[in-house]
Structure formats: structure tokens, C-alpha cells
């Protein structure tokens, strides 16, 4: 008799860390588990499985040849989150399995921090409590020369995907003109969330909080630039919150340098930063290393999504969480995996 | 033929600082304006114009005897927004006279200030900054070793008047349960806002989230000690947004000191901060120098309120924008007035 | 010793109409309660009690001579909900009394009714269900022939109290434009809930479908006439909600008659309607008997919101549920008393 | 040279019902548009058609050997929105040919109309116009007798698609407690919408309004019936939104006839529905003839989310608007055909 093998094969995560003890339970429950995550599953080991697989969680090379060895698979789930390129998404697709990723588990975290970030920025918060350990604070109305209210002022949003969705329903109450932009999407999605489609440059000139969720893209690279921060006005806040290659990074630190903006950054061209960096030093900039995503809540959410959507197709029904790459698409992206969890 | 003199005794406002030149003109459009703001305008001058007086905007002193020589005058609006003791309010109200202030035009920059504070408590924005800059990240989960997420929290609110009730609004999107501590409501007023009525006891030991916005009066001064602190589970977040009276402030900084709660406080019991107060260096605490409410949009918002509602009461109509005192209750409020603008 | 006595006196409501049995016991916990409700309570019971009554519930006549022979009196709720001429309001003013409505208690079932009737309107729910029956329903698009959709359809609110105000909220979600005209409201107030203040007539020429919700005063009767129907886009639907006098009602139904409008209305200028009134016959007019305030649960939050409002006013605080008389407007509602409950 | 044709082929449908002019242009913009709406396509002249075909708008059979004559069709769209069996959904997956259905534009008005409906039924109007008509009207409280608030009510919502999910967003503001019934949704996409996952037999048992807009599958025919209909409490409201055939019919105009529930529906199982059909005379049900989603609007939204996404991949983006054929699931969907628009 047959054996539903799940191929569980996380790293960088571990199982712990994605699953709280009742969704392992209910992952179980669904098959044998065949975990491996001291190291990555040796070639032979997965090869041994994959007559019996019903389900991977992970990163797995899933060459088409694999995939033509793994007649019961019915879905794989990447559970680092980023589409590598070690998956034949054509091969998937032609065979009905879907290639899924709990991404969005971070959106909801990454919103909350971009607009405490936000906040910061337009009221002067982590530098107000620099100032006053310094003994400089300022009181009352002298306190709040260099500060806008956040509540209507206008607000950009660059990638309009899971993090900036989530952004902006965060946002509502503040009732900000929200222009987005977003060449992905048709102006009509845009517009379904009470935002409206803008061009970059008008995004940017108009824009007094611009957030940028946008993912890279071959084509995307460094494309806000010396040229893109100097149509910001001046005093905006600048929030890059998604990949720093999206930006020309030392542009934005002179941007902020110079005083024409004031910025918040969760996300370094090289991560660790290194320790004489002089990012550090700079007084316009709140530092974020990396970690508005990382809460111990959205690792638990990956593996409740991923379980969640897991458990719908083992009855036969489509996935309802994650999202499934495109095989067109997914190829597009230029993600580096994660090296730290 | 009579004048209908408009009193501008505005200090420690200025005329300038709390109407734009639109308002101002809306102002002078409703009598002739006679204003005194380099210094307290002198009783004699006062007691001249009261015949011909229909509106006093500012804190003029007026006891029964002044109210009984100004038989035209229609309303009072208290620009500083705090009820003094230096008015007869059961003479004015048996008069129809209302005694009005603008207060809630600081409610909406508190309590968005009040949530970028809580953000960042919770997230650690302030304290991951300081720490890059001290060379001391942590990246990913890492650098959430001690944070946790304000979306779903528990919140407790301490006071459900126009700051408790704005940043109620603001923080829907985060779907907390929100618990409202505030003896001064029923609780249908305060189910109407979603929120639960509880005890205090209830609220600390139960809210990850702590907002307190309550006003001092007689009774309240100092209501939340060490006993109150120690409810409150270790690693909350307390947010103190109103006045420093309310709690004990020592008490609130040895809790801070010892590690069982987070905090932020906009208010000190003196003010400003002396140098050397080592409040300057309590890690856990995120210093603002009564600097939430004061922004300009607010002191702008102050005349905008008030030429409003004076230009309904001149129309014989209700005011709308403006808070009444009440007679009962004015005179238990403590408020200190404010010293600097 | 003295005796509390909570004089109860509320025809055409009775105690049982306006309180469940625990809110009863809740207004018996207050005093010792008096009570007439088969008959307006006789003057001679009324003058014995007045020297030991803390609470009025009721319309009782109270000239200023029967207030002076009530020294403990500390409040008057008039469960009745509209303010008659028979209290002297400045009178009460004076001492300090609040005259209190628990009104805003029909605001909800008359808003979410209002909805349901505008729903109607729009979508031919009525009508296509008396179509079917008779045999004429078209299927589909053809079914939608004079049918619009209410979502993003521009709104029109007359009136922006308690009931308008309740509306606004409930329509939030079908992201209409809503324009306002309020001429007792300043532009603020309007705004803030999201609103543009507009003049009578641009709200009429602009609004695919119109509420009124305005109060009758001395200067408003039969302010929407012939001449501001006729200002109203074919198609366009009216909705009267509050008073039948405020509209020119013959003008009304010859708008609806021609077919330049279809309409609603939960009022009539003479109550019950004679039984061959030719209104009965009229197609595009949806018939409601004034009875979309009067639901059971509209009737207990009378009486929850005048006993809460009395728990806080026996303890020194100031009322917070219901409204308060303001003595200069009081005089100008012109509304009649109700006769039937 | 090669030409881009754009096959045309959407019968039911009509390309003037879907497009308007300006979308239209865009469709022309996308490459050669060739038209057949007097009936449908010839097959030879779709076999002509094919090699240069990009786009199909419109139901044409698609069998495989025809999808491996068109080798540069990039995706189907489907105006008539219902997937039916003559397209091979795993060989269009195979090729990364996108089957797409705008069925969504009919949330919208399909969910408006259902809440008109349910404040139907809830609040009596329809019931009371036609009393109103027969001159037996009741006034206030006692036309309430038979009514609730929809404010508040347990609502339970069968079937948490498009439609459900609409509907879920507009009834925000009513505060509802809304538990959902789909057996295709895990427990967490129901809670994302602040509802409760819920058993059909405890959704029936504690809602006071049920809305059905669940689809019809081969498994979930008759699935309420005599039994279900049994377990909703009396007076609850019942909304048939979606598909005659998910209902016992003869069942629940039984559930009806008795007085246990009152209902509205907007399909029947013969439509039209014949003349003598004795549901024409039942007095708890509001009748409405499949016209909720068929609204002007509605066939506009067709047009411009397919063109939308139309656009996107022809730029070699995914679509973003229109929902994709799963071809696991495809097959399982029973609807019926439109046969009118």
C-alpha cells in the first residue's frame, strides 16, 4: 500500500519556527512527514521520496526530471517565501501542481512597522526622544517646526501587492489622498482601493509620505534615483521598505543628507551593515535592520497559511492563501534568498 | 448706534497663531475686533468695551458683576481651551451665555501621535534605531526578540473624551479589543465605540496597550500608582498622553526601570525637564516634550472652531464645533493653564 | 428625612413601552418612583411631589412657578422625545436643570429603514415584486430598465442631526458622494463626516437620490416645493424621513405622478391617512405608515438612554446619552407631539 | 506580416451591452477585432481564424486540437462568465493560455440588491406598501409587530465567493455578528473577513438573516431543504441570491407558506416563470426575476475588467481583475447557461 510522503525540507527556516505545535499537528494529518532540517535533503534522499510525495514544503530543486519521477505530487510550498529559480514552474504547471508562497504573512507586520515608521517621520518621534536624551528637546509648538501631520497629508505608494494592500487599509482613518504606482496593475485595481493610479513622477512631486513596497524586477532596478529624489519636495518622508535594490541607495542617503527629505529604511544594499558604515551617523534616517517583517507572528502565519491552503488540496480544492507563481512571472522577479531566517 | 465689539484677549495665544488670515477676515467680518495680545488686555479696558461687547474670544476674567455689565454679550470661547476658575460659569449659563472651548482641535495630533508612540513601543522603532547607530542590530526575528505585534493586541483606554475617542478611530484598521476605563461614561457610550467598559484593575491586568488620556481633576491625582503598575503584564506598553498628575510618576519610571513595562509620556511633572533629570537616560521610555498636541494644523484648528460656532451663535443658532462647559463639572477639572504656547 | 422621588409621567409612552424590566429596576434603584401612565398625572399629585422630586421622566407642564417649588430637581427627561412649549426652558437653564431627549434613540431604525427605502428606490425592489405578481416581471437587464445602482450614485442629505448623521455612517461602504445642506451646521461639522456642505438647490440638481431628514421650524415649512422637485434630475429618488411639513406634500406627489421623480415617505401631513386618499394609488411612491422609527428596540433605548443619562446626573456628572434643550432653539422645533405611541 | 486577431464571439452577450465606446477603443487598440454577435461564430471560420489569433472574448469551443492550431493565443476570456465544459482547461493550463471569467462584475449589484432585500424583509417595507395599497396600513409600534432591526441580527452568509464577500463588505456598518458556510474556505480566509466559520447546521440555527450565494456543484444540489429549513428559528429572513438549484424549492416556499420563515429570492428553477405558478401569490416572499446582477453597470464592468486584463497580458503581465479558470475545479461548476442576457 502506498504512502503519502510531505517532503519537508524548510531551511533557511526550521519547522519550529513556522509552526506552532496545533498546525504541525494538522500537517501530520495529512501524510508522513519526512523532515530535514539540519541541511538541506540530500539529492538521494528526496529522490527516494518523490514516487510517494504528495506535498513539499520547501525549496527543493524540482527539475522537470524530478517532477516526472513525483507522479502523486500535488503542490509545492515554498515556505522561504521567494520563488528561486530552482523549480521548473512550465513543468509544474502542465502537470497541475501548484507552486504556492505564504508571502503575504509578512505584509501585515511590514504595514504596521511602515506606518509607525511613517508616523516617526511626519511627527519627529525617534528624533524628539534623540533630542531630549541630548537635553535639546523643544516644547509644545517650537517642538513641532520640522512636523507635518501624517493625517491628510498626501501619500505615495509605490507596488501596490500584498504589503502596500495592507498599508493601506492601515491608512483609512487618516483619510490621505493615496496615489499609486504600480505598472503591474490595471488602474481599475487601483482604483478599487480608493487610490489613484499615478505615473512616477507625479507620485513623487505630489506625494508628502511615499512608501515603497515594489519587488525587484530585471527591469526595476535602482529606478528611484538622484533624478526621482529630487522631485520630492522638500521635507517629505521617504520610506523604502521592501528591497533595497529598487533603489539607487547612496542617492537616497544624499537625499536625506542634504535635508531635502527625511527617510526610514528597513532594508541595506549589503545586510549586515557593516559596523563603520556611515549610514549610521545619519541624523534624517531611522534605521530598521531588516526586521519590520520578521515577527515570530508572521513565521507562525507561513505555516498556517501553508497548511491551510495544503489541507484544501488534498480534498481537491484550489489553494485559498498563498500565492501560486505564474510561471510567467515568477521568473521575472529577482528576489535573493534569504540568508538568515 | 451701537458697535458690536469682538474681545480678543487671547494670551498666551496669539491672534496669528491660532487664525489664518481667511478665519481672522470670517472674525472680523462679525464685529469690531479690539484685541490685546502683547499682554493681558488691563481691566479698565475690559470693563469700557463689556456694554458693547457680543463675543469674548480668550480668558478674560469675568465674575458676576462683569457679566452684569455686558448685557449684549452672546457667547465666551476659551482659546487657551482650558476652564479657569476666573469665570462665574452658573452665572453665565443662567445668562445663556455659553462658555465655550476649541479643545478638541488638539485631539486628532495626539492621538496620531498617541498611535506612533504605541507603534513604536510595540515594535521597537525608537529602540532598534538607537541601537544601529550604536552598532548594535539585530537583524530579522532577531530583532524581535521583544517586540510584539500592535495589530490585535489588547488596548485599554483611560479616559474616552475627544482624545480617547480619536485615537479609538485611528486604531480600527488593527482590530484590537479595546477595554475603556472612564467612570465619567456609560457603558453604552462606550459600547457605541466598539469598546468594552471595564474596571481599571481589569483594563491593566488585561491590555497589552495602555492610552491614558484622562484629565485630572480633584479625585483622580495620582489614581495610577505602583499597586496599578503591577498589574499590568511585563512587557506592556503604557502611554501616557494627557497629564502627568494622573499617575505617579515616580512609580511610572520604576517600572519602566525595573523592565516590567514599556512606556512613553508627552507630560512631566515639571516642565521643562530639569538637565540633569536622569529621566533623560531611562532606556525603556520614549521621551516627548509636550509636543503631541502643539502643532500648528491644531492652533489653526482652535480658530477655525471658534469663529465657526461664533458665527452660529451670532445667528442666533446653537454652537456645533465648540465643547459647553457645564457649570457642575467645569470647576472640577485641574487643569493647569498652559505657560508656553 | 427626606425622600427621593422620581416623578414618572409618560404618556402617550408607558414604562413598560420604554424599559425593560432590568432598566426599570436600574430607575428604581435612583428613588422612589411615582408613576402615571393611564392618565397624565393630575396637577395636584404633581405640585405634592415636587418639593422631594430629583427626576422628572415625562412631558409634565413645568412653568418656572411649579420649578420654584422644586428645589431638589436635578433633571427632566422627556420620554416623549420632542420638546413642547409647556417647560420653561430658560427657566431650568437658570438652575441649572438639564431638559434632556433621549430622540437620537430613533435615529438608527429611521436611518437603517431609510437605507432599505433608497435600496428600493433605486434597485425596483417593490415595484418588480408587485410586477411579478401581477404578471408583468421582465428578467434581467430588461428588468433593469429604470433601475440604478445606489453604490457611487451622488447622495443628498437635507438635515444633518441625529438621523442624517446615522444614515451618512450607514452608507459609508457604497462610496456615494454625499453633499449636505444644513443650515445650522457649519461647513466643519459636515466635513468631518466625510461630506461637502452645499446650498439647497445645488444638492437638489446634482443628487441621484435625496433624504431629508430636517426638523420643522418656524421658518422651514414646506421649504421643498414644486420649484425644488422640479430642480431634481428625471429618475432621481426622494426620500422624506423626518416631517411631512417640511416638504410641500401635493407638490410632492405631482412630481412623483409625472414621473420626474420616484419617492418614499414615512410621513404624511394628516396621520392615519383617510382611507381614500388617492396617495394609496400611486406607483412610484413607496407607502410606510410612520412607523420606521417606532421599533420595539428604538422604544427600550428610550428609556436605557434616559436611566443611564439619570445614573450619571444623580452622581454629579454631566449627561452623555441624551440630548439637551438648548432654551434659544427649543423654541423654534415646531414639531407636534406625537398621539399615537 | 502576421496580423493579432481578436476573436469576438460573445453571444449571449453582445459587444455594445459590454463595452462602451471608450473600451471598445481599447480592445481595437490591442489588435485586430474580428466580430461575430448576430450568432455564433461559423467553426470554419474560427479554424481560419486561429493561427493569428491572440485573444478570444467569448465561449467558442475549444477543444485541444483546436487550441494546437492557435499557437499564439494568449488567454480566453469568457463575457458570458460562466465556465462551460467545451474548453479544455487542463490543455489551455498546459500552455499558459489563462481562461478567465469577469463573473465578479455581478458582485457588486447582486450584493447591493441582497442587502435592499434583507432591509426588506427585515424592516416590512414592501409588505407594509402593499398593505398600505389595501388600505390596512397599522402605524408606529404596531407596524412594527412582525419587524426586527437588520442592526445587530446574527447573520450567516452560505457561500463566501465574490458575492458573499461583497455583500460581507457593505453590511460593515449593521455590526452583525456574520458566521459563513463554505466547505472551499479555510477557517482563516473567513476570519480575515471578520466572520466566523461555521457549520451549515449552526449557521441556520442562530442566524436571524441567511444569505445563499453559494454556487452550484454536482455535490451540493437540493442541499437545503425540508431539514435545513426546519432548524432556522421563526421569522428568521432567508436569501436566495445565487442558483435555484442549490435549494429545495418546493421546500422552501413550504418554509414560507407556514409562516416559519420569510424569504426573497431572485431565481427560480423555470425561468420565466410560468404564468399560473401559485409563488406568485405567496405573501412572505419578495419576488424578483434574476435581475439583481443584471444591471446596466454590471455589463459594462464586464467589458472593461476584461479589456483591463486583456491589456495586461498582452504587455506578458498576469491579469489582475478577472478570476482564472482552475481546471481541477472548472469541471465542477453546474451552472446553467444565460440564455437571455
Redesign the interface.
Known amino acids: 500500500m502506498s504512502r503519502n510522503i510531505i517532503l519537508v525540507d524548510p531551511l533557511p527556516r526550521t519547522l519550529d ?1 513556522i509552526m506552532t505545535p496545533d498546525v504541525r499537528a494538522r500537517l501530520e494529518a495529512l501524510g508522513e512527514v519526512v523532515l530535514s532540517e539540519d541541511r538541506p535533503m540530500p539529492d538521494a534522499e528526496v529522490d527516494a521520496l518523490l514516487p510517494d510525495t504528495v506535498l513539499i514544503f520547501g525549496q527543493t530543486a524540482m527539475p522537470r526530471e524530478r517532477l516526472d519521477r513525483a507522479p502523486r505530487l500535488r503542490a509545492i510550498v515554498n515556505v522561504e517565501t521567494n520563488f528561486l529559480p530552482n523549480i521548473d514552474y ?1 513543468a509544474c ?2 502537470r ?1 501542481i501548484p507552486v504556492l508562497t505564504p508571502a503575504s504573512a509578512f505584509a ?2 511590514v504595514a ?2 511602515a ?3 511613517a ?2 517621520l ?2 519627529g ?2 528624533a ?3 533630542a ?2 541630548a ?1 535639546e ?8 517646526e520640522e ?1 507635518f ?3 491628510g497629508a498626501p501619500v505615495g505608494i509605490i507596488g501596490l501587492g500584498d504589503l502596500g494592500r495592507s498599508l493601506r ?7 490621505n489622498e493615496v496615489r499609486v504606482f504600480d505598472p ?6 487601483i482604483e478599487r482601493l ?1 487610490c489613484r493610479p499615478a505615473g512616477l513622477d507625479e507620485l513623487l512631486e505630489t506625494s508628502q509620505v511615499v512608501f515603497v513596497f515594489a519587488s525587484v524586477t530585471a527591469e526595476n532596478e535602482g529606478f528611484i534615483g538622484a533624478r526621482e529624489f529630487a522631485r520630492m519636495p522638500k521635507g517629505a518622508a521617504f520610506l523604502l521598505m521592501s528591497r533595497a535594490a529598487v533603489v539607487d541607495f547612496p542617492a537616497m542617503l544624499d537625499a536625506v543628507r542634504s535635508g531635502h527629505i527625511r527617510a526610514a529604511t528597513d532594508v541595506f544594499p549589503v ?3 557593516p ?1 563603520d558604515d556611515p549610514v ?2 545619519l541624523s534624517g534616517l ?7 517583517g ?4 508572521a ?1 507562525y502565519e507561513i505555516g ?2 501553508a497548511v ?2 495544503a ?2 488540496i488534498m480534498r ?3 489553494p ?2 498563498c500565492r501560486r507563481a ?4 515568477a521568473n521575472r522577479l529577482r528576489s535573493k534568498p ?1 540568508d ?2
Open positions: 519556527l512550465q504547471n502542465e497541475g501585515a507586520p504596521e512597522a506606518l509607525g515608521l508616523l516617526d511626519a511627527r518621534i525617534t524628539a526622544d534623540r531630549f536624551r537635553g528637546e523643544a516644547y509644545g509648538l517650537a517642538g513641532n512636523t501631520r501624517f493625517a487599509e492601515l491608512i483609512r482613518p487618516f483619510k503591474w496593475l490595471p488602474a481599475a485595481a480608493d545586510e549586515p551593515v559596523a549610521r551617523q531611522i534605521l530598521s535592520a531588516h526586521r519590520t520578521g515577527t515570530r507572528d513565521f498556517a497559511m491551510a491552503d489541507e484544501l481537491g480544492l484550489p485559498q492563501l505564474d510561471p510567467a512571472t534569504v538568515v531566517s
